[in-house]
Nanobody, 122 residues
Framework: QVQLAESGGGLVQPGGSLRLTCAAS????????MGWYRQAPGKERELVATVTEGGGTNYGDFVKGRFTISRDSAKNTIYLQLSGLKPEDTAVYSCNLDGSYYSFGWLGFVSWGQGTQVTVSA
């Protein structure tokens, strides 16, 4: 079973920065991609950013160069640097892992973290 541990959320003023961290732990698994999604009250969950094991990245349209996702494959950890934060970025940010585990063959799975609150307010 793979577990995701998130950290780094909090309260920040408009224009400020935060760094979110998500670390995956478990055994006999491999990662296809990891990423961050967010959900604000009353809104649908949306993609923030993903990074594949090969290093390819994908960002939500609203990011517009403000956020950067990176990974440390040796630690099964990803980071999301949030900069130029706006009040509309306020949401619960959740880590996602798309991977495979071995059980008489490789089987796909998706795991989610519990989420970390990011609040942007003066």
């Amino acid at each position: 079973q793979v577990q995701l541990a998130e950290s780094g959320g909090g309260l920040v003023q408009p224009g400020g920065s935060l760094r979110l961290t998500c670390a995956a732990s478990g055994s006999n698994f491999r990662i296809n991609s990891m990423g961050w999604y967010r959900q604000a009250p009353g809104k649908e969950r949306e993609l923030v950013a993903t990074v594949t094991e090969g290093g390819g990245t994908n960002y939500g349209d609203f990011v517009k160069g403000r956020f950067t996702i990176s990974r440390d494959s040796a630690k099964n950890t990803i980071y999301l640097q949030l900069s130029g934060l706006k009040p509309e970025d306020t949401a619960v940010y959740s880590c996602n892992l798309d991977g495979s585990y071995y059980s008489f063959g490789w089987l796909g799975f998706v795991s989610w973290g519990q989420g970390t609150q990011v609040t942007v307010s003066a």
